[in-house]
């Protein structure tokens, strides 16, 4: 199967883990205290509506982005309250997951609602910080480079310090093997750990290159509307993230496809190179729990395809 047969999977590192999501399931995967391997399964449902939508440019990135706020926290609360606990404890849990079943709307609502509080802040501060330098550089032009400067800045900043603590170090170890799992899938080489170590931890699909182009794409757009005054600017920023958003996802699937046609490939290099502060080498361990996360997602997205094809015959 050539890989523009193959599905197209995307994952998500967690606490000790990692998510794989597909088709049909999102699974997780994670290294208990004792070592071993648990598993999270949430089946993807899907909204015809939602369907719809998915189905337009521009618009389907924003959905695919909501979507993946709310179902990515769901399963990053499940690896934060599980990864380090006692198995033994495991009894008492399972009294509670029905009481924890119920709150995960919650959580879902809450993934969304970081989301978006985030994207306000790296917003509007680099808006109020180029404010300040307006007596030196005056122009709408020159406003709009400060404003995307300081914007790339507290971006890397933010993501190279809190790289320097030990719990979010390993998440971006897991992230490197999620990385590594899916390049290794997508190169038709056998989904083991030697082979999927062998193969980058950057891919041109990646949610950190999407949040680059973000600050590229802003810049952009920024340009045709007035920096003058602050208020005009606070607003025409917030009511324009929908469409910096939708952008920027349509430009990280074209480079995707670009990735293997010389020249035309470089589009996506400036998302790997801040794939080398978001994601780090993992160690074996790390990347069998990957694999282990990835091969059974394959199994139950395998297991549903045959189930909708025997109802199809019948």
């Not at 440019?57 to 979507?67: K, L, N, S």
């Not at 380090?84 to 029905?98: C, H, M, Y």
């Not at 208020?231 to 324009?240: P, Q, S």
């Amino acid at each position: 199967m050539s890989n523009l047969e193959k599905p197209v999977y995307g994952g998500q590192a967690v606490v000790e883990g990692v998510m794989f999501g597909g088709k049909h399931h999102y699974v997780t995967a994670i290294r208990r205290k004792d070592h071993s391997v648990e598993y999270f399964h949430l089946p993807r449902k899907s909204k015809p509506s939602l369907t719809m939508l998915k189905k337009i440019p521009f618009i389907r990135g924003i959905i695919a982005i909501i979507e993946a706020s709310a179902n990515g926290s769901k399963h990053l609360n499940f690896s934060t309250e599980r990864f380090d606990l006692d198995p033994k404890e495991d009894d008492t849990l399972k009294k509670q997951e029905v009481s924890k079943l119920t709150m995960y709307l919650g959580v879902a609502v809450i993934g969304v609602i970081s989301f978006l509080f985030g994207k306000f802040a790296f917003t509007l501060i680099p808006v109020f910080l180029a404010e300040l330098t307006k007596p030196i550089f005056p122009s709408d032009f020159a406003q709009v480079m400060v404003e995307s400067t300081f914007k790339l800045i507290l971006l890397l900043s933010y993501i190279y310090f809190v790289s320097l603590t030990p719990l979010i170090k390993r998440v971006f170890q897991y992230h490197g093997a999620e990385h590594k799992v899916i390049n290794t899938y997508e190169s038709g080489a056998e989904l083991t750990v030697a082979n999927v170590q062998a193969h980058s931890r950057l891919h041109y699909r990646c949610g950190s290159s999407f949040i680059l182009f973000t600050v590229i794409v802003g810049m952009f757009i920024y340009l045709l509307v007035p920096t003058s005054p602050l208020w005009l600017r606070i607003v025409d920023r917030l009511l324009l993230i929908p469409v910096v958003l939708g952008i920027a996802f349509e430009i990280l699937q074209f480079t995707n496809k670009l990735r293997d046609i010389p020249i035309l490939k470089y589009l996506g290099i400036p998302g790997l190179w801040l794939q080398l502060l978001t994601t780090k080498e993992p160690n074996d361990e790390q990347v069998e729990v990957a694999i282990l996360s990835f091969k059974e997602l394959l199994r139950r997205e395998e297991e549903t395809s045959r189930i909708i094809k025997t109802e199809e015959i019948v």
